[in-house]
Nanobody, 119 residues
């Protein structure tokens, strides 16, 4: 059974940092591209960051987070991370982990972790 479990969310002041983790099981983590999405209150879910499979040599970011967020993966631990620095109130959202494979035609999602940026 496939599981993606996000953790690390919480309340942080503007300018602060958080590190989100997504621990996975039930599929071959290394062959999947991994992504983070977020859904602010009352808005659509949007792409935040992505990292390619295997060595993760290619990363991509939404314009709004580029230079502040860093995505990384540990294939030995089947985990993907999102380091978030210089957080802003507009980063407030539920953050979701996504595993995607075009080759296998699979797309898996976690349940999300809430991030609130407020003073």
């Amino acid at each position: 059974q496939v599981h993606l479990v996000e953790s690390g969310g919480g309340l942080v002041q503007p300018g602060g940092s958080l590190r989100l983790s997504c621990t996975t099981s039930g599929f071959t983590f290394a062959v999947y591209n991994m992504n983070w999405y977020r859904q602010p209150p009352g808005k659509e879910r949007d792409f935040v960051a992505g990292i390619t499979n295997f060595g993760g040599q290619t990363t991509s970011y939404a314009v709004s987070v580029k230079g502040r967020f860093t995505i990384s993966r540990d294939n030995a631990e089947n985990t993907v991370y999102l380091q978030m620095n210089s957080l802003k109130p507009e980063d407030t959202a539920v953050y979701y982990c996504n595993a995607q494979s075009t080759e296998y035609g699979k797309d898996y999602w976690g349940q999300g972790t809430r991030v609130t940026v407020s003073s």
